[in-house]
């Protein structure tokens, strides 16, 4: 069964670093693009960052633009969010998604509106002095 899976998350001070991580079970990411959401309490989905199967090609929202990178390693069929410089307003739980169609277009919002099943559980990212 196709499953993502997301790993790295946990408690840091402001101005921190954590390594987010997607893995793929049960199927090879190369051709998909994967997006990061992330939901904080009581507030809706945000798109924060997706990269493209297709180009490479990655989008950020404005908010973490300079601080979160994006990339892929197709040999450990894994995805990564190395999210530096961490403020408060970070704190939400992060998951992956993918429409686990090929070539599929990498832009704003990305992932947001597919179903639970085309998203990971989620890791808590917390930011906290």
């Known amino acids: 069964q196709a499953q993502l899976v997301e790993s790295g998350g946990g408690l840091v001070q402001p101005g921190g670093s954590l390594r987010l991580s997607c893995t793929a079970s049960?199927?090879?990411?190369?051709?998909?693009?994967i997006g990061w959401i992330r939901q904080a309490p009581g507030k809706e989905p945000e798109g924060v960052s997706c990269?493209?199967?297709?180009?490479?090609?990655?989008y950020y929202t404005d908010s973490v633009k300079g601080r979160f990178t994006i990339s892929r390693d197709n040999a450990k069929n894994t995805v990564y969010l190395q999210m530096n410089s961490l403020k408060p307003e970070d704190t939400a739980v992060y998951h992956c998604?993918?429409?686990?169609?090929?070539?599929?277009?990498?832009?704003?919002?990305?992932?947001?509106?597919?179903?639970?099943?085309?998203w990971g559980r989620g890791t808590q990212v917390t930011v906290s002095s």
């Open positions: 990269i493209s199967s297709a180009d490479g090609r990655t």
């Open positions: 998604a993918s429409d686990f169609v090929p070539k599929s277009v990498c832009k704003a919002g990305y992932g947001i509106s597919l179903p639970d099943d085309y």
């Open positions: 049960g199927f090879s990411l190369d051709y998909y693009t």
